[in-house]
């Protein structure tokens, strides 16, 4: 579980977590968070650790993935008088920001860091011998590869679904779509990537 901070002052030393906010109403403890930061406190330990995992997710490096967070949970503190609740989650504004720290993140390199996200188990467990585990190891850098040549949206929806590990009505109500268009997002998203893997011969 991610609940540290790391960029400029942590919010810990601008916030703190009252028990009396663990079973209230999200869209209550947006209203109060815009005077009290102890509202907002709750917000972040519901929301740090997915996007700490949406962050890390898309760009490997654990320390750069804290900073962004915090950035991003900063950024939302400042801003959180001008939110306006149009009926989503409030992650999904939070996945917001974090998505344009990513992506500014990304323009000032030249490529997408890939190495770590190798760790993460896509297509199953390595098996014993040396041999299986490369062979596996081969396929997680395909399959991340052939991810990464996908469209961001869809991007943005495998890392939610293996990341986050949420329910096609979730990531809906997160991406602003109906859960049947999710569903079908998503087929057409894992036949893209079989084609892609296909015309690359890794079946």
């Not at 490369?134 to 996908?150: F, G, N, P, V, Y």
Request: proline letters at 1%; glycine letters at 4%; a neutral charge.
């Amino acid at each position: 579980m991610f609940h540290s901070m790391t960029s400029g002052d942590s919010l810990e030393t601008q916030i703190s977590h009252n028990h009396r906010y663990a079973d209230m109403a999200e869209s209550q403890l947006i209203e109060l968070a815009k005077r009290d930061a102890e509202a907002f406190g709750e917000l972040y330990l519901r929301n740090v650790d997915r996007i700490y995992s949406y962050v890390y997710y898309r760009i490997g490096n654990a320390a750069e993935a804290e900073d962004l967070t915090a950035r991003t949970f900063h950024q939302a503190l400042d801003n959180i008088e001008r939110y306006v609740d149009q009926g989503v989650p409030f992650a999904a504004w939070l996945y917001r920001i974090a998505h344009n720290l990513v992506a500014n993140y990304h323009r000032t390199r030249s490529r997408w860091r890939l190495t770590s996200l190798e760790d993460v188990e896509l297509v199953g467990r390595a098996a014993e011998s040396p041999e299986r585990s490369a062979e596996t190891h081969e396929k997680q850098r395909a399959l991340w590869s052939a991810i990464r040549r996908q469209p961001e949206e869809r991007q943005r929806l495998l890392l939610l679904k293996f990341a986050d590990r949420l329910s096609n009505d979730e990531i809906g109500r997160l991406m602003g779509r109906t859960e049947s268009s999710i569903k079908s997002l998503y087929f057409r998203t894992l036949k893209s990537l079989r084609a892609d893997l296909e015309a690359r011969e890794w079946q």
